[in-house]
């Protein structure tokens, strides 16, 4: 029998719920089908981005060179150093999803090996989150998969709608698409039901509409390596108030709806192009003539 196409959130909760299904039991049984794979040669592909992501964490935390440009590189052995001696208000795990993040992001800054989730620009905010918990919490890895795949779901019907690229709708679709990824499968990894995953996902997103995109230099470094911690722990703020079973009144399709009207509104000077905004600061133009001297 030929499988429903599912490119709503709303499909994708009555294909759940019909089925007696999670999120990423039926986005790994979909990649199966269309792949002619099994479910479980589905999970070893997982299982590979999942271990790329932890390594590009571990090579960043022992990392302190910059970048080409030299905008970036050495703030997370800043933060790490801070840590070392003064603790963060929130914790263990706070400290962590930030180092993290940062190591990731500046990771790509420098060319090393990520995983973009959904976007390069975007690369640390789902692995710090996860990857982050899982460790200060005992997750084991089959969990860590199954928030993964719905990270990648959350994703894939986003792109439905919106192409995730700052180009095309500023950073909402890469930064703040990444932030809502991590918000469901966060709240899927901590046992959240399906309607408490979407909630995480809509109130993410929905506080992050209109987040341009204005790299300066025209390189993905300012604002966006220090964006990454920020938008890490939004995340996280997100699934908490979604397991208090607090709602986003907006359903979560008409959130996205949001987003994609947003992005066409959104002036092209605002989208990439490094034309207005932080790009366009007077110590931005002074970096921009110092780089290409």
């Known amino acids: 029998m030929e499988k429903r196409i599912i ?16 999120i990423y039991e039926v986005a790994q049984e979909r990649e199966a089908d269309l792949n002619d794979i099994s479910v479980a ?43 070392g001696s003064n603790k963060a208000l929130f914790g263990t795990t706070f400290e962590k999803i930030t180092t993290y993040a940062l190591a990731t992001s500046e990771e790509n800054a420098r060319m ?5 989730c959904p976007t390069a620009g975007s690369c640390a ?16 890895e089959e969990e860590q998969l199954n928030a993964l795949i719905t990270a990648g779901e959350i994703g894939r019907i986003i792109s439905n709608k919106v192409a995730l690229a700052g180009a095309v709708a500023g950073c909402q ?28 996902v809509a109130l993410a997103m929905k506080n992050l509409l209109g987040l341009t995109c204005d790299p300066v230099c025209g390189l993905v470094e300012i604002p966006c390596v220090k964006r990454n911690p920020f938008l890490a722990v ?9 397991l208090a079973d607090i709602q ?7 959130v996205i709806d949001t987003l ?20 366009k600061t007077k110590t931005a133009i002074l970096l921009e003539k110092n780089i290409l001297k």
């Open 125 to 140: 905010i789902v692995p710090s989150v996860l990857i982050s918990v899982s460790e200060d919490c005992n997750i084991n």
């Open 41 to 83: 040669e589905v999970r070893k592909i997982v299982k590979k981005s999942l271990d790329a992501m932890k390594e590009a964490i571990k090579n960043g935390l022992k990392s302190q060179e910059l970048s080409r440009s030299g905008l970036c590189g050495n703030d997370c052995v800043k933060l790490l150093k801070r840590f």
């Open 7 to 22: 490119s709503t959130f709303r499909q994708l909760y009555y294909e759940c719920k019909e089925g007696g299904k999670t």
């Open 112 to 116: 090393g090996k990520i995983v973009a």
């Open 234 to 242: 939004h995340a996280v703020t997100a699934s908490e108030l979604a």
């Open 173 to 200: 679709a890469e930064c703040g698409v990444a932030s809502a990824m991590a918000a469901g499968a966060l709240t899927q990894m901590r046992g959240g039901s399906m309607k408490q995953i979407l909630n995480a």
């Open 260 to 279: 994609e009207q947003t992005g066409k509104l959104m002036s092209p000077t605002l989208k990439e192009s490094s034309e207005a905004g932080l790009a």
């Open 248 to 254: 986003s009144k907006i359903p979560l399709d008409e």
